[in-house]
């Protein structure tokens, strides 16, 4: 599978952003999804994840009640809608996808098979 991710930006915080992660070469269906993201000088971490068939979702702690994930079957797309932005969110964003690893696994190991290049998001304070 092939993963775009756009959608990142420069935003105000308190602003609101949505990323979106087109996947092609199988559907997407057959894929756990998730979010990931990598600030300057560190490490990536989980952000966001969502099972195959969307019954179940995960989320890092901070940003709990603030971004969603969710996920468009007919058009192979998986978003992360992001509201009440940090200047903490600052990263670059990148999607992935595997087919063994569940959504939950994604969380705990930060871990996944195929990823996409990255999406640039930098919110100001």
């Known amino acids: 599978v092939q993963l775009q991710a756009s959608g990142g930006g420069l935003v105000q915080a308190g602003g609101s952003l949505r990323l979106s992660c087109a996947a092609s070469?199988?559907?997407?269906?057959?894929?756990?999804m998730g979010w990931f993201r990598q600030a300057p000088g560190k490490e990536r971490e989980f952000v966001a994840s969502i099972s195959r068939w969307g019954t179940s979702t995960y989320y890092l702690d901070s940003v709990k009640d603030r971004f969603t994930i969710s996920r468009d079957y007919a058009k192979n797309t998986v978003y992360l809608q992001m509201t009440s932005l940090k200047s903490e969110d600052t990263a670059v964003y990148y999607c992935?996808?595997?087919?063994?690893?569940?959504?939950?696994?994604?969380?705990?190991?930060?871990?996944?098979?195929?990823w996409g290049k990255g999406t640039l998001v930098t919110v100001s304070s």
């Open positions: 992935a996808a595997d087919t063994v690893r569940t959504a939950r696994d994604m969380q705990s190991t930060k871990m996944a098979d195929y």
């Open positions: 070469g199988r559907a997407s269906s057959n894929y756990h």
